[in-house]
C-alpha cells in the first residue's frame, strides 16, 4: 500500500492551506498526519480512527486552527489548514495503520507513511 500526500506549499502566517492524501487500498483503524521540522523529532497533528470513543484527535498546538477528514468514497484523506503559522513550517507525513488506542498519536502505531509535502510559512 503506498500513501500519496499533496497539497504543500509556501504561504504567508494567516493563510490556509489543504492538504490531500491518497490511501488506496485496505481499510485502516487510524488515519494521521504527523509532521517534521528540520532538526525535530517527527511529531502528531491529528488523527482520524474507528475507535468510538476517541474518533478525532488533534495536537494541541493545532487545534482549532486543522481539521482533519476523511473521504472514505474517495479513500483520501485530508488536512485543512487554517490561521497558519511560521511554527507550522514541517514537512507534513500521512500515515495509516491499526494502532491500539494509546498509540494512536505515535508515529510507532501506523505502519504505512506517504513521502512527505512541505508546508512552509513565511512571517
Known amino acids: 500500500v503506498q500513501l500519496q500526500a499533496s497539497g504543500g506549499g509556501l504561504v504567508q502566517a494567516g493563510g490556509s492551506l489543504r492538504l490531500t492524501c491518497a490511501v488506496p487500498?485496505?481499510?485502516?483503524?487510524?488515519y494521521g498526519w504527523f509532521r517534521q521540522a528540520p532538526g525535530k523529532e517527527r511529531e502528531f497533528v491529528a488523527a482520524?480512527?474507528?475507535?468510538?470513543?476517541?474518533?478525532?484527535r488533534y495536537a494541541d498546538s493545532v487545534k482549532g486552527r486543522f481539521t482533519i477528514s476523511r473521504d472514505n468514497g474517495k479513500n483520501t484523506l485530508y488536512l485543512e489548514m487554517n490561521s497558519l503559522k511560521p511554527e507550522d513550517t514541517a514537512v507534513y507525513y500521512c500515515?495509516?495503520?491499526?494502532?491500539?488506542?494509546?498509540?494512536?498519536?505515535?508515529?510507532?502505531?501506523?505502519?504505512?507513511w506517504g513521502q512527505g509535502t512541505q508546508v512552509t510559512v513565511s512571517s
Open positions: 500515515a495509516a495503520g491499526d494502532p491500539i488506542i494509546i498509540y494512536v498519536t505515535a508515529p510507532e502505531g501506523y505502519k504505512v
Open positions: 487500498g485496505r481499510t485502516f483503524r487510524s
Open positions: 482520524i480512527t474507528m475507535y468510538s470513543s476517541n474518533k478525532i
